[in-house]
């Protein structure tokens, strides 16, 4: 076998389980948004997504660029055999996400506050304020599975157990109480359990993976110096991409009802299908960047990358040319006919996320080689652009508008992460590019 047929056997071997996660968990999302959708009705769930969006915004500072550093550092911990050092790595990410939990819960009561006279939302995001930590514990928890390329099961409780548990919650709930209507406020305590015990179950799995070296207890070794240094790009990194996320649904829900966040936000769930493939890859491909990049291969690494680029864009060519052509009907069957009004928006999102895919994993290239910094001045040119093209756009086109926004900051993005990945690694990330000369 070639070096070449090497490589596509081993990322076709550690891709497929987190292939099977990923697509496992666009399906139980889905379902969540169909079921939540029209059980809570466009102004419910509007309600819900706008404090889930809130959330997750303000979870960030809790998370302080942790999770990426943790599965970098583990990856080289592993491949030097220095048992003594990822101990004190997982030691040092655990505290310092409990210390800036604390500080991303007093934001989210900051925000309460400001947002007294508003009943629905603010009952709404109170509930969901305890998940905070947990989201940012379980992140950790995750990154060190994946740096120790535990793939799937570092993909599990977030990806499969939380929303089958969320899911399963709704509907219990609405088979035994027919006649009661589900509000906001209760489904967002649901996330909230589910979320607690997929972090349980996390936990117990990171407990069974854990080298054997481990459970020597040596001594742990701290570099908490550049740890430091690492994490504050990494954070901005993550805090900036989140903004990316969320700025289209925060300034929608600024300017329009809570009916039309909650038609966008089942659109823009719809649209991650798209990039299903993306996910499942980036997480594959973490420690398998930070490891090839150590050892200087970087022949291998630009095999890695154009293989693992082209498998990305095939697996999301079918659903974009489904969401553009049929995309208003499959709102109405899935969601019902309140949320056909997305058609054009789904289509613009889906164009946008087919740039996205077909750009390679760009940003975690970055990551994995220690060129974090570009990466977040990538994103910062590209979150300012995405909040302004929001506020200009929003108000006169709505959903369309927020959708265009977000498909035009896909693309700017993507640009700069290329052209940075170029000039720094001399490699090529585009699908569609042929990579012999890059290296």
Not at 351 to 373: C, K
Request: aromatic share 8%.
């Amino acid at each position: 076998m070639t070096s070449g047929d090497g490589l596509r056997a081993q990322l076709l071997r550690g891709g497929a389980g987190s292939l099977l996660v990923k697509a496992g968990h666009a399906l139980l999302a889905f379902a969540v948004a169909v079921v939540l959708a029209r059980t809570l009705g466009p102004d419910g769930y509007g309600v819900y997504s706008f404090a889930l969006a809130i959330i997750m915004l303000t979870a960030i500072p809790a998370q302080v660029g942790v999770p990426q550093l943790v599965v970098r550092e583990t990856a080289k911990a592993q491949a030097n055999e220095n048992w003594g050092l990822m101990r004190g790595l997982w030691r040092w990410g655990n505290w310092a996400v409990a210390l800036f939990s604390a500080l991303a819960l007093a934001v989210v009561l900051g925000i309460l506050w400001f947002m007294d006279g508003d009943g629905a939302r603010v009952a709404t995001l109170a509930v969901g304020i305890a998940v905070i930590p947990v989201i940012a514990l379980a992140k950790v928890r995750g990154a060190s599975l994946r740096g120790l390329r535990k793939v799937v099961q570092g993909q599990l409780p977030e990806s499969i157990v939380r929303p089958a548990l969320l899911l399963f919650l709704v509907l219990v709930w609405g088979a035994w109480f027919v006649e009661d209507e589900l509000t906001p406020q209760m489904a967002m305590g649901f996330y909230v359990v589910a979320a607690v015990l997929a972090f349980v179950i996390g936990a117990w799995l990171l407990q069974r993976s854990r080298p054997a070296e481990l459970s020597e207890q040596p001594a742990p070794e701290y570099q908490s110096s550049a740890w430091r240094k690492a994490v504050i790009p990494l954070a901005m990194i993550t805090g900036l991409q989140l903004i990316n996320n969320y700025a289209d649904l925060i300034i929608l829900g600024v300017f329009r009802s809570d009916e039309e966040v909650g038609i966008y936000r089942a659109v823009f769930q719809v649209a991650l299908l798209v990039i299903f493939g993306l996910q499942a890859m980036n997480q594959v491909l973490q420690p398998h960047f930070a490891r090839l990049y150590e050892q200087g291969d970087m022949a291998k690494l630009q095999r890695l990358v154009t293989t693992s680029a082209r498998a990305i864009l095939a697996l999301a060519l079918p659903p974009v040319l489904i969401f553009i052509i049929f995309g208003a009907d499959l709102l109405d069957w899935v969601f019902g006919d309140a949320f056909r009004a997305g058609g054009l928006a789904l289509a613009i999102l889906a164009a946008g996320q087919l740039v996205n895919a077909g750009m390679g994993s760009v940003g975690m290239l970055l990551n994995m080689t220690g060129h974090e910094r570009d990466t977040m001045r990538g994103i910062a040119v590209a979150a300012g652009s995405n909040v302004v093209l929001n506020i200009i756009l929003v108000p006169p086109f709505g959903m369309a508008g927020a959708a265009a926004a977000s498909a035009l900051t896909l693309l700017l993005w993507n640009l700069l992460l290329r052209h940075f990945v170029n000039r720094r690694l001399g490699l090529e990330t585009l699908a569609l590019v042929s990579s012999r000369h890059t290296v």
